[in-house]
């Protein structure tokens, strides 16, 4: 008689517990601002990839990428509107990336929502993917604002 083999239980453990971690890190994550590692100079051209989405220089902006099918979009939009509603100063643009994925990759875009913090220099600051939270938008560019006001 053959004795019965414990792998696929430590197999299913293993799976179930990588699948947790993995869940545990995305949600920690998911719309949370990261600052850009090395914003680098404010593009000089209009042939740039912010340029090309309407980011005007001289203004702090928010880029949102987004898609038609994405649910978390349509709230990130309302947070991003409230946030345009309380802070003045501040540009909106929307993008959806089925209609300029070429940008999309240029910029490093790979999920929606995206969100790219813009500052008046036309560099990008910080980025979140997920739904980020209003007051941590709010923190983020009211010290930009002060900077472009100069």
């Not at 989405?53 to 309302?78: D, E, I, K």
């Not at 999920?111 to 913090?117: A, F, M, N, Q």
Request: glycine share 8%; hydrophobic share 45%.
């Amino acid at each position: 008689m053959r004795e019965p083999s414990l792998t696929g239980v430590v197999v299913v453990v293993v799976v179930l517990a990588a699948a947790t971690a993995f869940g545990w890190w995305r949600r920690q994550r998911d719309g949370r601002l990261r600052p850009v590692d090395a914003p680098g100079p404010a593009p000089t051209s209009d042939s740039s990839p912010l340029a090309a989405l309407g980011v005007r220089p001289g203004v702090v902006t928010l880029v949102q990428f987004s898609a038609p099918v994405c649910a978390p979009c349509r709230a990130t939009r309302r947070v991003l509107e409230e946030v345009r509603g309380t802070v003045e100063g501040i540009a909106l643009v929307e993008v959806d990336v089925e209609e300029r994925l070429d940008l999309a990759r240029q910029l490093d875009v790979w999920r929606t929502p995206t969100v790219l913090i813009v500052d008046a220099a036309g560099r990008i600051v910080q980025r979140a993917s997920g739904v980020p939270a209003k007051d941590e938008i709010i923190a983020a560019v009211t010290p930009l604002l002060a900077g472009a006001r100069r």
